[in-house]
């Protein structure tokens, strides 16, 4: 069984940035897809962004393209999500969550099997 533990969230000033880790523990990720994914008040949690078991390719929202970027460190277990230029609009709760496969097939969260707490984050201006 796999537990994932985001960390990172907080308060954040509109253009500033943040990175969110995400550690995995029990067992490797090495060959599965990662992803992020957030929920605001009152809305349905969303995808953000995947990458690949290799790191290769990524996916991202186009709501977060050009602004936020996934990354992946294979030997610390840990996927992250770097925040740059946010905005009012990301403030949600942001998980992360195990891809079921180790290529990026599809983008909805049936795709994914693990999921973690969660970390809030508020962006304000």
């Known amino acids: 069984q796999v537990q994932l533990v985001e960390s990172g969230g907080g308060l954040v000033q509109a253009g500033g940035s943040l990175r969110l880790p995400c550690v995995a523990s029990g067992r490797t990720l090495s060959s599965y897809a990662m992803g992020w994914f957030r929920q605001a008040p009152g809305k349905e949690r969303e995808f953000v962004a995947a990458i690949s078991w290799s790191g290769t390719t990524t996916k991202d929202a186009d709501s977060v393209k050009g602004r936020f970027t996934i990354s992946r460190d294979k030997a610390d277990n840990t996927v992250y999500l770097q925040m740059n230029t946010p905005i009012p609009e990301d403030t949600a709760v942001y998980y992360c969550?195990?891809?079921?496969?180790?290529?990026?097939?599809?983008?909805?969260?049936?795709?994914?099997?693990?999921w973690g707490q969660g970390t809030q984050v508020t962006v304000f201006s």
């Open positions: 969550a195990v891809h079921r496969w180790a290529l990026i097939g599809g983008a909805e969260m049936s795709d994914f099997g693990s």
